[in-house]
């Protein structure tokens, strides 16, 4: 038996405020099993780090053993790939600086990876989605936030210390929306969950004589929202335009900059589909650099989901050098 | 005798819309040997380089011998570096697409690199000036254009198509001033020369009663305004001020997409030293992402013109593949 082919399989981990989801995954992109975990259950890291790694030996060992994966890929909010820490998220029961890789590999004795939900994404695109093939490619994930992760020449941009890609960041109002990390303007504050119902609600302020079904909603939302831009409401149709016409403005800027092959649509918001893309695209033909404009493709994943976490996470494992843990 | 040792130089070309300079530069950036020739002098682009290869054949020759020199690199405007073409340059007495680098490849039977000035200077500072040893930084070249180049994990990022970074086509003024490009608001058009006069002639109207040196200048230029801030004139420092508020925010927008090591300035408007980085920091850091605040260096460029010219090409040439032309 050669002992390197045992070695087909993967273990992803998807890390959220909510919940943690353990999976096998197969060189195809197969997920062979699954498990979840409350992230909330633990007060701290230590019980968590230990929790989590008796439940992927556990898993491993109910389908041919941990001897058959070749490494562990983790997805989970504001990770930095370069140091395999977790530095400051906003959502999770533990703060400060938490050296998840090296506290997994020490338990585990494999490799992983770390990577914050954009570059899992990006990743998981790469390698089993909409960029399979692509070298240069720009990712978007609209949600909660506004995340993006860059790949050029076939390979995750991270920057001097990891933290690119913050696309979300860039200024596109000067002295505008306050956003969470502090400045102004930031295009996430326009472009996400609720920057979009903001500017619902703005456009419900600012056109009162204008019937709308958006006033009858109980609860605006952008799902809501889409669903009313689906029977034709105005109010509802210009908000997804002016939030596209903000988006085109940030994907444009970048795309001059970063010259992508295309731009992939993923996170729930990106499910309100042409009624974000299409003035989107408007906006980006308009400001993107001549030498690239037209050539961009846009797209949406074509990843469920479910897919998105597990793969994505998998992805990373598959990017882990091997024999890194012993470095 | 060792066949490869002898590979020891290479040419660099410096080609610009008057001039075109060519020059034998060993391994450790020493100009063995340099060259000019007028550019305006030949109305078709064979004959131009038809005069080239000749020109480069006698100088090697007067030097050791062709046999010596390993590859040549060429830095010329709106060049692709994926093609090795000169596309509808603006200032050149050619037009169209010009495959530059299979031309003179073949008279020469040398590999060719044929880089935009931007790449081809951020190459000299990778490898002879302030950027040696760093993998992630973003050069910005401010003088009739604002040119700008980015390495990525220590390479160029080119893009899909070769056209990345256009950094001075970036919006930042929604409906801003007309740029060459066809778009309003680019960066360019508020940081280079032209715009940098403009911004001084808007200061000077506005602000009618404020006694200025500029109003008794004879010629306006970015060079004449910086000799202003040098004797203390509360104009003149105003309009570098207003100049550093925009590259800021263009420069802080990128920041936080590529988490650079360092910015470094280069190109004759560069030498406003303090008077246009200091405002230009300020803004910045009051604007980039907090996880890159404080750690980008902003340098300026330690080659002076024709070294940076020069080292540009010939760092170009180093970077081609030698056999490339074998392929």
């Known amino acids: 038996m050669n002992f390197e082919l045992t070695k087909s399989r993967v273990v992803g981990v998807d890390i959220s405020g909510n919940q943690t989801t353990i999976g096998i995954v197969d060189i195809r992109g197969n997920i062979i099993a699954e498990e979840s975990m409350t992230t909330l259950d633990y007060p701290t890291i230590t019980a968590f780090v230990n929790s989590l790694c008796e439940n992927i030996v556990t898993l491993a060992e109910q389908h041919d053993g ?50 914050n939900d954009a570059h899992a994404a990006a990743m998981g695109e790469k390698v089993y989605g909409a960029a399979h093939g692509m070298k240069n490619f720009i990712i978007i994930n609209i949600g909660a936030g506004l995340g993006s992760c860059i790949f050029s020449d076939g390979h995750v941009h991270l920057g001097a210390e990891g933290f690119a890609g913050e696309i979300g960041h860039t200024c596109v109002v000067r002295g505008g929306r306050q956003c969470g990390c502090g400045h102004r303007g930031c295009l996430e504050t326009y472009v996400n969950k609720r920057g979009i119902v903001e500017t619902a609600r703005e456009l419900l302020d600012e056109q009162r004589d204008t019937p709308s079904l958006l006033r009858s909603l109980d609860h605006l939302s952008p799902r809501t929202i889409k669903e009313c831009c689906d029977q034709g409401d105005e109010l509802a149709i210009e908000t997804y335009r002016r939030t596209g016409a903000m988006l085109g403005l940030g994907l444009a800027n970048s795309a001059s900059v970063l010259d992508p092959e295309a731009i992939i649509f993923t996170g729930g918001i990106s499910k309100a589909g042409k009624w974000l893309i299409g003035p989107t695209r408007e906006t980006f033909e308009n400001l993107v650099f001549p030498n690239t404009r037209g050539k961009v493709k846009m797209l949406l994943s074509i990843l469920d989901n479910r897919e998105r976490d597990m793969l994505g996470a998998s992805a990373v494992a598959w990017d882990v050098e091997e024999y890194s843990l012993f470095k």
């Open 66 to 115: 941990l001897a058959t994966v070749r490494s562990v890929g983790v997805s989970a909010p504001s990770a930095n790939y370069l140091t395999g820490s977790i530095v400051n998220a906003a959502n999770m029961p533990w703060t400060g600086v938490i050296p998840l890789a090296v506290m997994m590999r020490d338990q585990l004795g494999l490799a992983v990876g770390v990577a």
